[in-house]
């Protein structure tokens, strides 16, 4: 039982309860005995977990779902979802249940209706913020955080397609440098541009000088914009170092590593919006 608490993001009490009280359970408990679930308990189980984060009520949410309701499609839970903190909220349960399928299906319906800057700024953050910090008091659940980083990073790369006639001659270079291995910020602002139809070179993370030196060299980007979430990523040599071009890209520092006072004559952005701007204006937007 304990497992299958954790997998659906509810406490062995509450299952405990759904079944005295509601009659939602394992199909087969003999007295005595571990309850054993399969995989039809799950599909009910999920779905009643689902609807009650809508709103609606465990009686009627129990009574869905042991009608076998199982194959509700999850864009009818979804447009239930008006206040944008409560879909954060189901986000982070889903999370926490590792319901891939939910994460995936609200986040593309939120790209399609939103956009990437606001979907980042309202839902995404948000949620990475609640997930970590639920990590740093109690040490647990880092699973959960990369899980959803790899699915958001899916989900934005599939919101990145091909950009037909894009706006700029030579695409944005983005990268993650040093030893850095986030990029997600990188994924958002890909996704982001990609709706404004500019068209980006993604170079990933651990992005040595070497690299950006020579891709700088190569393909006379416009922009770059660099990432560094720790501040031992963010060395200035990574801006000042690179090869002098005509005409020069404008250089945009994001993430909490770099220091704007080391930062002179470079844009230094606090957010997706702020990025989005700098790279407009490098492209003549």
């Known amino acids: 039982?304990?497992?299958?608490?954790?997998?659906?993001?509810?406490?062995?009490?509450?299952?405990?309860?759904?079944?005295?009280?509601?009659?939602?359970?394992?199909?087969a408990h003999e007295a005595g005995e571990h309850?054993?679930?399969c995989q039809s308990d799950l599909a009910r189980l999920t779905l009643m977990r689902r609807l009650i984060s809508t709103g609606v009520s465990p009686c009627e949410a129990a009574e869905q779902a042991k009608n076998k309701k199982v194959n509700v499609k999850l864009e009818k839970i979804l447009e239930s979802y008006?206040?944008?903190?409560?879909?954060?909220?189901?986000l982070h349960k889903a999370a926490q249940a590792l319901d891939k399928k939910f994460i995936e299906t609200a986040l593309r319906k939120e790209l399609a209706e939103h956009g990437v800057e606001k979907s980042w700024s309202e839902?995404?953050?948000?949620?990475?913020f609640l997930i970590g910090n639920q990590w740093e008091a109690s040490g647990e659940g880092i699973e959960i955080e990369h899980l959803l980083t790899e699915v958001?990073?899916?989900?934005?790369?599939?919101?990145?397609q091909e950009v037909k006639k894009p706006f700029n001659a030579h695409p944005v270079l983005l990268a993650s440098v040093g030893e850095e291995l986030h990029s997600l910020a990188l994924h958002a602002l890909a996704a982001a541009l990609a709706e404004r139809k500019i068209e980006t070179y993604f170079?990933?993370?651990?992005?040595?000088?070497?690299?950006l030196s020579a891709m700088i060299s190569r393909s006379a980007p416009p922009a770059v914009f660099l990432w560094a979430q720790l501040p031992q990523n963010a060395d200035p040599k990574f801006f000042r170092e690179i090869p002098a071009i005509r005409p020069m890209p404008r250089i945009v520092l994001g993430g909490p590593g770099w220091n704007p006072a080391l930062c002179e004559d470079v844009a230094v952005v606090s957010d997706l919006s702020q990025a989005c701007l700098e790279i407009e204006r490098a492209v003549g937007l």
Request: proline share 6%; charged share 25%.
């Open 152 to 160: 958001l990073k899916s989900i934005l790369r599939e919101h990145v």
């Open 35 to 37: 309850r054993r679930y």
């Open 82 to 90: 008006i206040v944008r903190d409560d879909l954060v909220e189901a």
């Open 1 to 27: 039982m304990a497992a299958v608490a954790r997998r659906l993001g509810v406490a062995p009490a509450t299952l405990r309860t759904w079944d005295r009280r509601y009659g939602i359970g394992p199909s």
């Open 203 to 211: 170079l990933g993370t651990r992005t040595p000088l070497a690299a």
């Open 123 to 128: 839902i995404i953050v948000p949620l990475l």
